[in-house]
T-cell receptor, first 116, second 118 residues
Framework: AQSVTQLDSQVPVFEEAPVELRCNYS??????LFWYVQYPNQGLQLLLK??????LVESINGFEAEFNKSQTSFHLRKPSVHISDTAEYFC??????????????FGQGTILTVHP | EAGVTQFPSHSVIEKGQTVTLRCDPI?????LYWYRRVMGKEIKFLLH????????ESGMPNNRFLAERTGGTYSTLKVQPAELEDSGVYFC????????????????FGPGTRLTVL
């Protein structure tokens, strides 16, 4: 069975500082990788996903994540955070190949708090 | 276009009572998923509907949970009788059904229903 580990439950940073939210996964088969974000009082929103091809994927709001197959990691980074990035971030996987029908397996979540 | 909606946003009930949660997916989305997050734990899959059929209910905790999706539109999740450990946030998500793209279609989540069982 697959599993996802987010190594930090809380990450406090100052505005305009860089940030990295770490995610490692365990799976015996190929997976697709996702980062979701949940802003206060809202539902989860897809931030970015890795399906295939280039191992570096980017979101529209400046986040990027790099798939590292050898280290089974999919860390999320942003070079300069804003107050509005304060949210909880979830790393998730789906088993590739069609057998999971889109069932997401999530990590425990990382609360990013950006201080002025 | 309206997003995924869930009702109620909060529910506080006593142990042994019954609660029904509702999810309205995005119009035209045939895939509907239920997930749950117990406090301090990760979000976990409960079940998956394709239209009105249950595709996968492997995550349902026990037979106190009953999910339905009559007519392939909205879905309900009933907990009867509720126990303390059922407390948590219940999320619903929907996605379009694209043949061959089950795993890659974006799932759109609702805001969740926070259930507290006292």
């Amino acid at each position: 069975a697959q599993s996802v580990t987010q190594l930090d439950s809380q990450v406090p940073v100052f505005e305009e500082a860089p940030v990295e939210l770490r995610c490692n996964y365990s799976s015996s088969v190929s997976v697709y990788l996702f980062w979701y974000v949940q802003y206060p009082n809202q539902g989860l929103q897809l931030l970015l996903k890795y399906l295939s091809g280039s191992t570096l994927v980017e979101s529209i709001n400046g986040f990027e994540a790099e798939f590292n197959k050898s280290q089974t990691s999919f860390h999320l980074r942003k070079p300069s955070v804003h107050i509005s990035d304060t949210a909880e971030y979830f790393c998730a996987v789906i088993i590739a190949g069609g057998t999971s029908y889109g069932k997401l397996t999530f990590g425990q979540g990382t609360i990013l708090t950006v201080h002025p | 276009e309206a997003g995924v909606t869930q009702f109620p946003s909060h529910s506080v009930i006593e142990k042994g009572q019954t609660v029904t949660l509702r999810c309205d997916p995005i119009s035209g989305h045939d895939n509907l998923y239920w997930y749950r997050r117990v406090m301090g734990k990760e979000i976990k899959f409960l079940l998956h509907f394709v239209k009105e059929s249950k595709q996968d209910e492997s995550g349902m905790p026990n037979n106190r949970f009953l999910a339905e999706r009559t007519g392939g539109t909205y879905s309900t999740l009933k907990v009867q009788p509720a126990e303390l450990e059922d407390s948590g946030v219940y999320f619903c998500a929907s996605s379009q059904i694209s043949p061959g793209f089950w795993d890659t279609d974006t799932q759109y989540f609702g805001p969740g229903t926070r259930l507290t069982v006292l």
